[in-house]
T-cell receptor, first 116, second 113 residues
Framework: GAGVSQSPSNKVTEKGKDVELRCDPI?????LYWYRQSLGQGLEFLIY????????KSGLPSDRFSAERTGGSVSTLTIQRTQQEDSAVYLC??????????????FGPGTRLTVT | GQQVMQIPQYQHVQEGEDFTTYCNSS?????IQWYKQRPGGHPVFLIQ?????EVKKQKRLTFQFGEAKKNSSLHITATQTTDVGTYFC?????????????FGKGTKLSVIP
């Protein structure tokens, strides 16, 4: 079946502009995560959605970052007034659930964001 | 908050040598997952360990979960160039109905042919 898809694959934007990054999780996956990965670095957790529960936004670096998940499926990560330090690969992942029986996360190919 | 530390950050080995990466948590984990990210790719799930002292093998890869469920290791025997990539552990901490999955910063493995 189809995996996690993300769009766009690459995005170049000017400093100060807003960007929207999209994630289509695997059908039926109730958990959805956003991560940021700077060049050669580890995974920085941003936000996590689980079913109808309130999202865990504890990883968002500033109030310029926000995310939505509509209808429990597609998610959009929005970065307002982009800064050069926002340049990174933004990875989305989904899994069946998070709980006592944690399931593996399936990652999308990522969106490479470059802020000029 | 929970921290998951991975060491070493980088490892260069000659093809055929063994490789080990270690993952340590400041708190007891419910389970731990390992992922591999090839250069230019995205992380791919390798395995999950749940039980205290658990050991699992996948061909040349051996995964261990510590008795106290605070540390884990991934050992690769006789590395090959196909093993190149960054290996991440991710620890799950649960309590009072909440769950937090935290990734380590990864160990980047280079294999010299």
């Amino acid at each position: 079946g189809a995996g996690v898809s993300q769009s766009p694959s690459n995005k170049v934007t000017e400093k100060g502009k807003d960007v929207e990054l999209r994630c289509d999780p695997i059908s039926g996956h109730t958990a959805l995560y956003w991560y940021r990965q700077s060049l050669g670095q580890g995974l920085e957790f941003l936000i996590y959605f689980q079913g109808n529960s309130a999202p865990d936004k504890s990883g968002l670096p500033s109030d310029r970052f926000s995310a939505e998940r509509t209808g429990g499926s597609v998610s959009t990560l929005t970065i307002q007034r982009t800064q050069q330090e926002d340049s990174a690969v933004y990875l989305c992942a989904s899994s069946l659930a998070v709980g006592r029986a944690t399931y593996e996360q399936y990652f999308g190919p990522g969106t490479r964001l470059t802020v000029t | 908050g929970q921290q998951v530390m991975q060491i070493p950050q980088y490892q260069h080995v000659q093809e055929g040598e063994d490789f080990t990466t270690y993952c340590n948590s400041s708190t007891t984990l419910s389970n731990i997952q390992w992922y591999k990210q090839r250069p230019g790719g995205h992380p791919v799930f390798l395995i999950q360990l749940v039980k205290s002292g658990e050991v699992k093998k996948q061909k040349r890869l051996t995964f261990q979960f510590g008795e106290a469920k605070k540390n884990s290791s991934l050992h690769i025997t006789a590395t090959q160039t196909t093993d190149v990539g960054t290996y991440f552990c991710a620890g799950l901490r649960s309590g009072a109905g909440s769950y937090q999955l935290t990734f380590g910063k990864g160990t980047k493995l280079s294999v010299i042919p």
